[in-house]
């Protein structure tokens, strides 16, 4: 199985915010996501469970 990479935004800028990382969820098998930050080459989280973020 090929892995495969998911990344959300919510698509709203505002530019009296923090700036905050972009968050890529890699799943490499069914059982196993990886989260990646952008421009952090140094950590990673691993899960064996997620759950879906509903906003």
């Known amino acids: 199985m090929p892995a495969r990479t998911e990344s959300q935004s ?3 800028e505002n530019s009296d915010a923090p700036s905050r990382p ?3 969820a890699c799943r490499s098998c069914p059982e196993k996501v990886v989260f990646l930050e952008s421009d952090n080459t140094d950590g990673w989280i691993s899960s064996d469970l997620t759950v879906d973020l509903i906003r």
């Open 10 to 12: 919510d698509g709203r």
């Open 22 to 24: 972009e968050i890529a």
